[in-house]
């Protein structure tokens, strides 16, 4: 089995600043991309960055030059580091990891999700 376990959300006043963690863990070959997902109340889930194992980034526009993906292969560990927070970033945040597990077996897992709450 394996398992994504988040860490390092909370209670922010508007611009500061948060890190979250994400450490899978299990039976893991190896992993592909990971990325960083999250829900508001009301609205649907949507995708805030992803990162490919090479290094490479994805970011929706509404969190360009704000937050930054990075990730420990080393590890098993995906990074989010949030800076400007602004109330609207307020949401339940989720990670997720393409994992190979077999020699033809790729899974998503998702983590449990970690409350980021931004206000005054």
């Known amino acids: 089995q394996v398992q994504l376990v988040e860490s390092g959300g909370g209670l922010v006043q508007p611009g ?3 890190r979250l963690s994400c450490a899978a863990s299990g039976n893991i070959v190896s992993i592909n991309a990971m990325g960083w997902y999250r829900q508001a109340p009301g609205k649907q889930r949507e995708l ?3 990162i490919t194992s090479a290094g ?5 526009d509404s969190m360009k030059g704000r937050f930054t993906i990075s990730r420990d292969n080393a590890k098993n560990t995906v990074y989010l580091q949030m800076n400007s927070l602004k109330p609207e970033d307020t949401a339940v945040y989720y990670c997720n990891a393409d994992i190979r597990t077999g020699i033809k077996t790729i899974v998503r897992y998702w983590g449990q999700g970690t409350q980021v709450t931004v206000s005054s």
């Open 56 to 60: 490479s980034t994805n970011y929706a």
């Open 16 to 18: 500061g600043s948060l």
């Open 48 to 50: 805030v960055a992803a």
